[in-house]
Structure formats: structure tokens, C-alpha cells
């Protein structure tokens, strides 16, 4: 396409540092001096007016100018189209990159009759955006601090309550070994990593593939300077195992920071962190609580009746606990410092046992006849309380 060199601050003669305003202002003017309406049959008009549209294009658009900023080219729409090494690769629409958007400068450009194409003009442009979007991002050329790793744990009902060190593989971004995460190697070229040397790359969008010239290294399949372990990147992928320790007491939902152990950051920014949040395991018949734990017994009629010291089963093993005469179903006992230690604290939570009378189920005459006797001692209504309420 035109403009081969991108010499886009010269073309629309504005300097680097110009904002988005002056750059504005100084299309607007060019485009209007060399638009194709004003100067008819004039090549060279129109030339320039082609090589204007084009570095306001990449100028305005911030992503592509930060991407031509860095690299000093930006991807100038390298369809197949246009006969560039990716031609033949599959069909493709014929498209026609002449058209121009003229809406943004309609009311200044007399005559105004040519502006059939504009909306394909800026159909293709949202196109572009997109591709070059998430690229340009990629390509961030200022140091970015890493980003956080979150990680799910499980663990068991026991590694939870008295900790834990477990190995967890994590792949992360780490800073690359070749080049200290700068990216540079110091001497040569390397075959550029996005293209694979080609010069072009394929994109799909919606049903149309097409072949576009390589952001990376702008078709010409090398980069020069690059590190060749991580092209560039500074950073590489790595699959690690990381030892994390899980202190005791850790609840469900608990959330650990490893820090400086998420992604590293480019060009020699921080690293992020790595989250670890442990998901605990229920017990068969310890339920925890935040820091207590909460247990239900079976208690025999007359240990109830009768009171009696039973054993319960704690998390430091089994612990008596004496039950008063008279216990009713579902009371609660509280055995005091039963619980899961809280490692901030250093206190121990309580363990709650609720009681679960069992009612007997009797498969023999004597113990029928033992409590026909007790209905007999008494005939009260044991419902009397409600009769008196309801
Ligand atoms: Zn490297
Ligand atoms: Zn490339």
C-alpha cells in the first residue's frame, strides 16, 4: 500500500509528541488540500491524500499509535488482496482499500460527491481495532506489574484443622533466563515467534479468514535484537511447583497470599501475587463452625433420664462429658477450648454437642412391661403444655 516507509508524524507534519487535537487539526487540513474531489485526475493529489488517511488511521487511534510509537511501523492492512506472500491462501473477499471515510470531515470538503464507500471504509476499521486491540496490548512496551494467580485448594477435614504443606503446580508467567526480562538478546535477529518467519498471520473474523502482515514483526519474518527464548517477551510461560503452607485452623473460603508468586511483570516490573483459597473437605461427623466444631450424639433414654458421663469424640481424641439428669433432645453442651485453633488469636474455638435421645425400640417383653410401669408412674399428658397453649 502506499506510504511504504510510515513516515506518519512527516506526512501529516505534526511532531511526536502531538496530541490527539493537533493531529486532528492537521488531517483535517491535508485531507481537505488532497482530497481526490478537489484535485481530479491529479496522482500525486490523491497519493498523498491515501498516505494522509493512512497516518491518521494509526495517529488517531491510540493502541496503534502507542504500537507504531514502539515499533516504528503499524500492520498497514496487509490483505491477501494485495499480493503480499499470503496470496492464494484460501478465498477472500475482494476488498476494495481505496474507499475513505469522509464523514469526519463531510461539512469542510466541498462538492462531496464521492462517498458511496464510506461505510465499508468504516467497517474495516472496526475490523482492524479488534485485531490489533488485544495484540497492541500484548505488545505493552511500558513496565507492567504482573498480574495475581488465583488458585483452589482442597484439603481434608484434618489438614484443615492442624495445617498443612501441599505442592501445588502452577504455570505462570517468569521472567525469561536468556534475557532477564528485557526481551533484548544484544546481537542479531531471531525469526519472529508470532509468524513463525512468514511475515503474515491469519485472523478470523466471523466467517472470513484474513491474511494480515504480522503486527510483530511487520513482514518482514525477523526481529532483530530479540531474545530468542521468549521472543521478545521478556517473560515465558513455566509450570512450577510451588510449596504452600497451610496454617492450622484454616477455614473453608480461606484465602492465602503468596506473594511475588503470580505472573511476572514485563520489562522489570513487580511480579503479581498467587492466591491460594482452600476449599475444605466436610467431615463424616465434625462440622465446622468458623472456629468451633459442632458434633451430635446418640444418648440412650436413661443416660438422659438417669444423667450420665459419656464419651464424646473431640478433635485431641475422645473427651468425657457428663450429661445431667433430666436432658431433654437437641440440648447443647459446650466443651470449652475443643475447637480449632485460630492461629491469629491463638485461642481455641469450642466444641458444641448436641444430644440426640434415642427412643427405644423394644424386641422384648421385659422391656415392654419396664415401660408400661414408667406410663403407668406417669399418666400425665406429656402434651399438656401445648393443650394449655393451643
Ligand atoms: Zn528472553
Ligand atoms: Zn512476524
Redesign the pocket.
Known sequence: MANPKHEYYETLGVPRKSDAEEIRKAYRKLARKYHPDLNPGDKSAEERFKNVQEAYDVLSDPKKRQMYDQFGFYSDSGFAGAGGPGAGQGPHPNMDFSGFDFSDFAGGAAGGGRRAQTAGAGGFRDIFSQFFGGRGAEAQPEPEKGGDLEYVMDIDFWQAIKGTTARVNITRYEVCETCHGTGSSGTGEVT?P??KGT?HVSQMAGAMKFNLT?P??GGS?KLSNACPTCGGDGRMTRTETVEIRIPPGARNGSRLRVPGKGNAGTHGAPPGDLYITTKVEEHAFFHRDGDNIEITVPLAVWEAGLGAKIEVPTIDGRTQLKIPQGTSNGQKFRLREKGVLNTRTNQRGDQIVEVAIQAPDPHDERTRELLREMAKLHPNDPRAEIWSKV
Do not use: A, D, V
Request: aromatic share 0%.
Open positions: 519472529c508470532q509468524c511475515g504480522c510483530r514483526c519474518g
